[in-house]
C-alpha cells in the first residue's frame, strides 16, 4: 500500500500549517522503483495558505538503500533536502516564483493535495548519480577482482573465454 501524503485544501484556515509524513521502502516499491530497496524519511510540510495560493516548502530527511554500483552491496544514503513549490487555486496567475521554485494548479473544489508524486521525485532527484561507498568501504572479494588481484584458476578457467586467450597466445606466437 503506498504511503499517502495529502495535504487537506478545503477548510484549510489562512496562515502556517505543518504536517508530518513519514515513507519507507514500500512507498518506492509502489512506483515500481527496484532501485531503491529501503527507505525511512520523514517528510514534513510547512504550508502557508492564502486566499489564491498556498506555499508548501518539503523537509526531507532520513536515509534510502540501494545498491552500491561498484561492489552491489547494500548502500546506505543521506536523504536531507529543502523544496518549495507554489500551488494556486483554479486559473490564478502566480508571481513572483524563483526559477527553483516548481509550480502547480489545482481545482478550486479539490479537497486536498496529494503530494506522493512530487516527493518521490524529489527523492529520487536528491540522489547522486553514482552510488558506491566510500573508498576502501565496497566488498573487499570485489575490490580485488576489479583490481586484478584475482587469479582465472577455477570455474572462471573453464569459461569460453579462457579458450579465446590460448587462440590469441597462439596467433601471437
Not at 522503483?33 to 504550508?47: H, M, P, S
Not at 481545482?107 to 566510500?134: A, G, R
Not at 577482482?145 to 569459461?159: F, I, R, T, V
Amino acid at each position: 500500500m503506498l504511503n499517502q501524503i495529502d495535504i487537506p485544501v478545503r477548510g484549510l484556515k489562512q496562515g502556517r500549517h505543518s504536517f508530518k509524513f513519514d515513507i519507507d521502502g514500500e512507498f518506492f516499491k509502489g512506483y515500481g522503483n527496484t532501485q531503491i530497496l529501503d527507505a525511512g524519511c520523514t517528510v514534513r510540510a510547512e504550508v502557508v495558505r492564502h486566499q489564491t495560493i498556498m506555499k508548501v516548502n518539503c523537509l526531507v530527511s532520513g536515509f534510502v538503500v540501494t545498491q552500491c554500483d561498484r561492489c552491489l552491496e547494500d548502500l546506505v544514503l543521506k536523504v536531507d533536502f529543502e523544496r518549495e513549490m507554489t500551488v494556486g487555486f483554479g486559473a490564478v496567475e502566480v508571481e513572483g516564483t524563483g526559477a527553483e521554485e516548481d509550480v502547480v494548479l489545482i481545482d478550486p473544489t479539490q479537497s486536498e493535495l496529494n503530494m506522493n508524486q512530487f516527493i518521490y521525485d524529489y527523492v529520487c532527484l536528491s540522489l547522486p548519480i553514482v552510488k558506491v561507498h566510500p573508498e576502501g568501504k565496497c566488498n573487499p572479494d570485489v575490490e580485488r577482482y576489479l583490481s586484478g588481484e584475482c587469479s582465472a584458476e577455477g570455474p572462471a578457467a573453464d569459461s569460453p573465454f579462457s579458450n579465446l586467450k590460448e587462440i590469441l597466445k597462439d596467433k601471437n606466437n
